[in-house]
């Protein structure tokens, strides 16, 4: 079992940054992925970034790529989403999630584990 928790969501204003946390604890392992995924009202859930736990391969959705960085620290258990020049269409809940292969999945039924979500608005 992983256990999930975001933190850093709020109100910001379009062209503004943000730094969503996520703390992992329980069965975490180098082999895990850990990615972040969001879901606007009436919408899908969708990747947004993704980081293999040895933090050998990233991956990003076309459309926060060059304006969101994932990372993370190893020793901390926490990975983080550094969201630089937001826009309005990023609003949206903001999910972590981990699965158990070093392999990283786009989708989010590739993923076991999900934290309870942080609320992040950009107003224009």
């Known amino acids: 079992q992983v256990q999930l928790v975001e933190s850093g969501g709020g109100l910001v204003q379009a062209g503004g940054s943000l730094r969503l946390s996520c703390a992992a604890s329980?069965?975490?392992?180098?082999?895990?992925?850990v990615g972040w995924f969001r879901q606007a009202p009436g919408k899908e859930r969708e990747i947004v970034a993704a980081i293999s736990w040895s933090r050998r391969t990233t991956y990003y959705a076309g459309s926060v790529k060059g304006r969101f960085t994932i990372s993370g620290d190893n020793a901390k258990n926490m990975v983080y989403l550094q969201m630089n020049d937001l826009k309005p269409e990023d609003t949206a809940v903001y999910y972590c999630?981990?699965?158990?292969?070093?392999?990283?999945?786009?989708?989010?039924?590739?993923?076991?584990?999900w934290g309870q979500g942080t609320q992040v608005t950009v107003s224009s």
């Open positions: 329980g069965r975490t392992s180098s082999s895990i992925v």
């Open positions: 999630a981990a699965r158990g292969s070093g392999i990283v999945a786009t989708v989010p039924g590739g993923y076991d584990y």
